[in-house]
């Protein structure tokens, strides 16, 4: 790290400077950036205690149930004296339990029973329903990329001055109809929030996090280059402040080898053969499932910032990443095979915001004939790559260097659109030339 460099300074200067635009400013709308692991969630929460404490009550809109009942948790945490609102839907399992143990939670599918709250807390879409009350003074709207900008044009009467934080490297909003139409227009429903809120208001005062909490110094670099160009940041921890090792030593296998070399550098890339396969291609699917078991078998312990002794992986500390919903229940059918319990297995969508210290990733092009613009999202490979704190072992077949040079982006360029940068190509492509110095060949 640059001499001279202090993370905790930096991250509080920067948030300083957002809750003073927050709640002294003048401006509708403040945005912040926020890369992964950078403590968005904390701001959320820090933002909403002070504007309760001066007198501003507020609404804050998530975009998920799960999101909603952590940040009210959180909330609670932090100031238990806090009236808080979670309003809910009105299906027959609505909130998370453990709100029931909240005494300063107020739960209600209507809003008009939260009325005069500190906070009242929601998801988008429910808040989109809420009708014929005063507007709040304040919003925080939290993973504001991941909101579409009909949603937020479906609550924008709700409130006068908004906060907006979110990761503007995570997944474009999900919409199940092609938005083709509206492609270069400013009302886009397709696009975010963030983007649709600035083509409007480029005045808006803008911040962003420098500092990511969660990514150690091996991973931050690779990150920040190749999904945020323009918002670069740091990791909060030296390289030597963290290390992984393991009890067992290594049976010479690839999954063994691969694993030393992760423990060793942060990341690690368990090449197979080149082959065009299924989606579901068995053979790395299985060799996923392997690098798990030897992980947790080999009796891997962390050591971080955190804990002054070290602390053992366990499965809950583990995940896989894949791109698609079946390879994740392969791997998961894998795992089961080979008796491992407990590890999070998903897409990149729903691993999303989430944080483990050891993460094995299947590669989203591994064995595939071309490049889909699917497969090609930045997105997805940067939340597969930015979920962990100690390493990333990519589970890959050869020939993907090959395959990106064979499927150049062919994408239209639309009138109007502002171009995403960095382009898939380009991050997959830097990515895998980082993942090749760390590269073990296996052929099982």
Known sequence: ???????????????????????????????????????????????????????????VIAQTNAQ????????????????????????????????????????????????????????????????????????????????????????????????FVGDPGQLDPFSIVGADQWAGLSYDPSASAVSTLL????????????????????????????????????????????????????DGSGPDRVLDEAAESGWGLLELPARHTPRTDPEAVRAVALVVRRLLDRGGVATSERAEEPVPVTADRVAVGTAHR????????????????????????????????????LHPLSGRPDATAFHLETGRLCVL????????VVVCREGVAELLDEHPSTEPVQLGVTVKFPDGWEANHTVLAHLSEHRVRWRP
Not at 23 to 44: I, M
């Open 385 to 392: 790559a930015s979920r962990h704190r100690h390493a990333c």
């Open 68 to 163: 909603v009942d952590d940040l009210v948790v959180r909330l609670a945490e932090k100031d238990p004296e806090l009236p808080v609102g979670r309003l809910h839907s009105s299906d027959s399992d609505p909130y998370d339990k453990v709100l029931d143990g909240l005494a300063n939670v107020t739960k209600s599918a209507k809003a008009a029973d939260l009325a005069g709250l500190d906070v009242v807390i929601s998801t988008a879409a429910k808040w989109a329903h809420v009708k014929n009350v005063e507007p709040w003074g304040h919003a925080i709207v939290d993973e504001a990329y991941q909101m579409r900008s009909d949603a937020l044009l479906a609550v924008a009467g709700l409130f006068e001055r908004a906060l």
């Open 199 to 250: 083509a409007h208001n480029p005045e808006l005062p803008q911040h962003r996090l420098p500092v990511s909490w969660r990514l150690p110094a091996s991973a931050a670099p690779l990150v920040s280059d190749a999904f945020y160009p323009y918002t670069p940041f740091r990791s909060g921890t030296d390289h030597g402040d963290r290390k992984l090792s393991f009890g067992v030593a290594s």
């Open 326 to 361: 079946d390879q994740a229940a392969a791997v998961r059918a894998a795992l089961t095979e080979l008796g491992v319990t407990g590890v999070a297995v998903d897409t990149a969508n729903r691993l999303q915001g989430r944080e483990f210290d050891v993460t094995v990733v």
């Open 1 to 59: 790290m640059t001499t001279g460099f202090d993370p905790g300074a930096e991250a509080a200067r920067a948030t300083g400077a957002i809750l003073d635009d927050t709640l002294r400013g003048s401006a509708r709308g403040v945005v912040v950036d926020s890369p992964p692991g950078a403590g968005k969630s904390t701001l959320v929460v820090r933002a909403a205690l002070e504007l309760a404490a001066a007198g501003h009550p507020l609404m």
